[in-house]
């Protein structure tokens, strides 16, 4: 929260109390409040036509926001607190529905997608091709471009081997090229 006191901070500071209290209403007005960016991070992790998956992820975070919500300690945003909460959500579906899990040896060699295509491109035109990336693939994808995340770490959240992490991105930039130049018939 700002130590300025806007009106926004003061109702959200009031649907934190209505939370913790367990009132109904609170929930909601909060819920409505966060939708529509929350979802949209989920959608970055979810295939375009699985829009009842996205919002079953996202109704869980939701879930562990109001259950978690005690725990929030008025220490930056209370926006970046649901947003990690929500975070932590979808990677908690990606663990468990990781269907590709052995070790693959990394190829070095990876080829660039032609930078004029992509600038080109619509943001919404490469979300879409992003999405139709399988799961692991796609979720690898996002955590190191989107999120900028090492492959460390992201081995760590979704409990693969680095060497399997950096496999994922080179194999999602494989068929994103593929898909950028069959789509521009370059």
Known sequence: MS??????????????????????????????????????MVKRYTNQHQYHLAEE??????LKVFQKVDSYKF??????????????????YV????????KVVFVEKDEVINNNL????QYEELL??????PDTTRAVFNMYV?????HKEISNHIGISEGTSK?????????LKVKVEKLYKQ
């Open 128 to 133: 879409k091709l992003v999405q139709e990336l």
């Open 75 to 92: 220490e930056g945003s209370f926006e970046g607190w649901v947003r990690r909460v929500i975070y932590h959500s979808i990677f908690d």
């Open 146 to 150: 989107m999120e900028g995340m090492p």
């Open 57 to 62: 992820i996202l109704n869980n975070g939701f």
């Open 118 to 121: 992509i600038s080109n491109m």
């Open 167 to 175: 496999w994922h991105l080179f194999e999602a930039r494989r068929i």
């Open 3 to 40: 130590q300025i006191g806007t009106q926004q901070d003061e109702e959200i500071l009031a649907l934190i109390h209505g939370c913790k209290e367990g009132k109904r209403a609170a929930q909601e007005k909060l819920y409505k409040m966060f939708y529509p960016k929350m979802m949209s």
């Open 95 to 102: 663990r468990q529905n990781i269907r590709y899990t052995e």
